[in-house]
């Protein structure tokens, strides 16, 4: 079986190391116990990333003549591939791939325009803005009630836990879960398990080594 290559961007700046969304396959990678290598891209060079992805973004994962693009069709493709991921059962998988979908188009789709003002330390208030805050509420607070009473998404962790817990991590330190405690200790259970440690850890030395050997070449980080 030919190792398994995941591309990713050779080099970012600081502030978005351990949540580029490499980690979401290096993560699935790990629990899988599946080989693997990683390749890069150049950060600055989008043109030479749209053969493999159509955005000019990453990741993209190739196994053999195969190559995949999109965090969610990955996390799909891996669960098949292993098994490990994804119940065998056919309603088991038909649950986790809704909850996979749930996690990206129904509570990421409101999370990372949230961020974005975030981010910039925008706080313009406006319509667009005030509707914004309200979809990306009401996801959480359906998202608490979900978790409430249960461990996992559907049974045991799955592709379907690794997209939700990514997707509500990055909002984490933003206060939206001082009151909502189901979803905050969601994120914990997750990011407690060995395979994310060593994901993150991996994603934040790749990044690392790249700024030694940018150091080396006299380029500005
Ligand atoms: N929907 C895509 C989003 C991928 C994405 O946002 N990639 C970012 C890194 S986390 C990227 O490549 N940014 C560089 C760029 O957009 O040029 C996925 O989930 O795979």
Redesign the pocket.
């Known amino acids: 079986m030919t190792d398994l290559i995941l591309t ?2 050779d080099w ?1 700046p600081e502030f ?1 190391r351990g ?4 980690l ?1 396959i290096r993560w699935a990678l790990e629990e899988a116990d599946l080989p693997y290598k990683i390749a890069t891209t150049p ?1 600055g060079d ?1 043109a030479a ?1 749209l053969p493999f ?1 159509p ?6 994962l190739t196994d053999g003549d195969i190559t995949i ?6 996390l799909l493709y891996l669960g098949e591939r292993s098994g490990a991921l994804m119940p065998a059962d056919r309603q088991g998988r038909a649950k986790v791939t809704e909850w996979l979908f749930a996690a ?1 188009n129904s509570v990421e789709m409101p999370a990372v325009p949230w961020s974005l003002y975030r981010w910039a330390d925008d706080e313009t208030q406006s319509p667009g803005r005030a509707h914004l805050e309200r979809f990306l509420q009401g996801r959480l607070d359906h998202m608490e009630a979900v978790l409430a009473d249960r461990e996992w998404l559907v049974g045991p962790f799955s592709i379907a836990d690794i997209a939700m817990s990514d997707v509500l991590r990055q909002l984490q330190d933003y206060g939206v879960f001082s009151e909502r405690l189901a979803c905050r200790d969601y994120v914990k259970r997750a990011t407690a398990r060995p395979a994310f440690n060593k994901a993150y850890a991996d994603q934040i030395a790749h990044f690392e080594a790249a700024d030694v050997e940018r150091a080396d070449r006299g380029d500005a980080r």
Do not use: K, M, S
Request: aromatic share 16%.
């Open positions: 990713t961007l970012v978005p949540f580029v969304r490499d979401r950060v989008a990333r992805q955005f000019g973004q990453v990741p993209w693009f999109e965090t969610g069709a990955i990206l």
